[in-house]
């Protein structure tokens, strides 16, 4: 049984690029959340997704955007990347209808 | 607005030693929470969980209270491991399955 996977694992980027982050939700799961963690910071919630629509947002600029595919997968967007954009992106699944949140192994973004 | 805090930014226990992380919060209204475990250059791992309607909730080696009166929780790890040095998290969940997380407590093990 897959857990929570996440693509790439290191990214390095320029200020003013976009960038593209990628999440496979453990098996049987329906929501998917992208969390940003700076470095010796707790994970800070930036939005989820569920049934494909954006169901939550935390406070995080219209930069931030994503999408959710019918087979549960998402993806994170980020624009016009900023210098303090640099961190951790996490992604964490559950279900709808439960609690239990598992969290992906990160991707690493860098932003020169 | 919520925030969830820790009382230690850092720990350091003798290997077989128990370890105690607190954890307090502030929204009254959080229903569930979270402890998660998190290793250098890894994404946090799902250590135990706890519902409003309890006080306290038993895994392997683990054990979160709840006190409920001053919106507090604590992590017991039993018989310390240097396998168990990471930063630690309690998360909590306000609705919706939306997390708070602290800033963490670093628990490093000796040997």
């Known amino acids: 049984d897959a857990g929570v996977t996440q693509s790439p694992t290191h990214l390095i980027k320029t200020r003013g690029q976009q960038v593209t982050l990628r999440c496979s939700p453990k098996?049987?799961?329906?929501?998917v959340s992208w969390y940003q963690q700076a470095l010796g910071q707790g994970p800070q919630f930036i939005f989820q997704?569920?049934?494909?629509?954006?169901?939550q947002r935390g406070n995080f600029p219209d930069r931030f955007s994503g999408h959710q595919f019918p087979n549960y997968s998402s993806e994170l967007n980020v624009n016009a990347l900023l210098l303090g954009d640099s961190a951790l992106y996490l992604c964490?699944?559950?279900?709808?209808?439960?609690?239990?949140?598992?969290f992906g192994p990160g991707t690493r973004l860098t932003v020169l | 607005g919520e925030s969830v805090g820790l009382h230690l930014p850092t720990l350091s226990v003798q290997e077989g030693d128990n370890s105690i992380i607190n954890c307090a919060y502030s929204?009254?209204?959080?229903?569930?929470f979270i402890w998660y475990k998190q290793e250098s250059g890894k994404g946090p791992q799902f250590i135990i969980d706890?519902?409003?309607?309890?006080d306290k909730r038993q895994g392997q080696r683990v054990t979160v209270l709840l006190n409920k009166t001053v919106k507090h929780l604590s992590l017991q790890i039993a018989a310390t491991q240097p396998g168990d040095s990471a930063v630690y998290f309690c998360?909590?969940?306000?609705?919706?399955?939306?997390?708070?997380f602290g800033t963490g407590t670093s628990l490093t093990v000796i040997p």
């Open positions: 098996s049987g799961h329906d929501t």
């Open positions: 964490a699944s559950s279900l709808a209808s439960g609690n239990e949140q598992f």
């Open positions: 997704y569920y049934e494909e629509e954006e169901r």
């Open positions: 706890i519902r409003s309607n309890m």
């Open positions: 998360a909590e969940n306000i609705g919706g399955n939306q997390f708070y």
């Open positions: 929204n009254s209204a959080s229903d569930y």
